[in-house]
C-alpha cells in the first residue's frame, strides 16, 4: 500500500513520485521537530495557557496542582504558614524544592507536636542541611504552632479562624497580568495585625498575602491561565 501512494503520472507501481517523497518526509520531520518543541509554559494552548512565573517543572507542578486551590486542613494551612515565612528573603522554588526535607524536620507539620519542641530539637533543626538553617524563623516556627493550637481551641479550628478573613470563601480576581496582582490588600493587614497580636512570627502582610494565594483564600491566576476558570466556581479541600 505504500507505494500506491507514489505512483506516476502514467499509474505504474513501482514508478516513485520523488516529489513527493520529499514532500512527505519534510511533512515528517516538521511534525517530530515540533513534537520535540519545548513550548513556552505560559503560551502554551489555550487549555494549557498559565501564569508565567510557572516555568520550571517543579514550579508547572505547583501551579497546576496547588497553588490557588482552597486548603481547609489544619494541618496544610499550617504547613503553608510556616514554608510563607521560611520564604522571607529567598525564592519559592527553593523552599518548594526543600519541602520534602522540611515535612521530615517538623513532624509531617503536626502543630501539636512542633509546639513542643525543646532545646535539644532547636539545635537539631538548626545543624539540618535540608532546610532554611535560620534561628528566627525556625523559632518562630515553634512559636507559630503554639499559637495556632490556642487559635484551635478558641476558633474550633485553624480553618475556622484564618478563612474568615476573606468571608469563608474565595476572593475571585480578574487580573490580566501579574503586573496587576498586589503585594498586599487590607485582608491580609488585617490578618497580619490579629495574627501578630495573638503572638505569630513572621506574619508580616506580604507574607500573609502569600499564605492567602497559595491557599485558595484568594484566585490570583491571571484570567488568561487554564486554573482561573477551573478554581472559580470552587475549589477542593
Not at 520529499?22 to 517530530?32: F, G, M, N, Q, V
Not at 498559565?50 to 481547609?72: F, N, Q
Not at 498586589?182 to 502582610?205: C, I, N, Q, W, Y
Request: net charge positive; aromatic share 8%; with cysteine.
Amino acid at each position: 500500500m505504500l507505494n500506491s501512494g507514489f505512483r506516476n503520472s502514467q499509474g505504474s507501481e513501482g514508478s516513485t513520485n520523488h516529489s513527493g517523497l520529499r514532500s512527505h518526509r519534510a511533512k515528517k520531520e516538521e511534525r517530530e521537530k515540533s513534537r520535540s518543541r519545548v513550548v513556552d509554559p505560559s503560551q502554551g494552548r489555550d487549555d494549557e495557557r498559565r501564569c508565567a512565573w510557572a516555568k520550571s517543572d517543579l514550579m508547572i507542578r505547583y501551579h497546576d496542582e496547588e497553588w490557588g486551590t482552597p486548603v481547609h486542613h489544619d494541618r496544610g494551612l499550617f504547613e503553608f504558614l510556616i514554608l510563607e515565612g521560611a520564604q522571607a528573603g529567598l525564592s519559592w522554588e527553593t523552599i518548594l524544592r526543600k519541602r520534602g526535607n522540611y515535612r521530615a524536620a517538623f513532624d509531617n507539620f503536626d502543630a501539636s507536636v512542633v509546639a513542643r519542641y525543646g532545646q535539644s530539637k532547636l539545635r537539631q533543626l538548626l545543624s539540618d542541611p535540608g532546610i532554611v538553617r535560620n534561628r528566627l524563623k525556625i523559632n518562630s516556627a515553634v512559636q507559630n504552632a503554639r499559637a495556632s493550637l490556642a487559635v484551635e481551641e478558641e476558633f474550633g479550628s485553624f480553618d475556622a479562624y484564618i478563612w474568615r478573613f476573606v468571608g469563608g470563601k474565595p476572593r475571585v480576581n480578574g487580573w490580566r497580568s501579574h503586573k496587576q496582582v498586589p503585594a498586599h490588600t487590607p485582608e491580609s493587614d488585617a490578618m497580619s495585625k490579629d495574627l501578630k497580636r495573638r503572638g505569630f512570627k513572621f506574619v508580616g502582610s506580604t507574607i500573609c498575602y502569600a499564605l492567602m494565594q497559595a491557599t485558595g483564600m484568594v484566585n490570583d491566576h491571571v484570567v488568561g491561565c487554564f486554573r482561573h476558570a477551573q478554581l472559580k466556581p470552587e475549589g477542593r479541600d
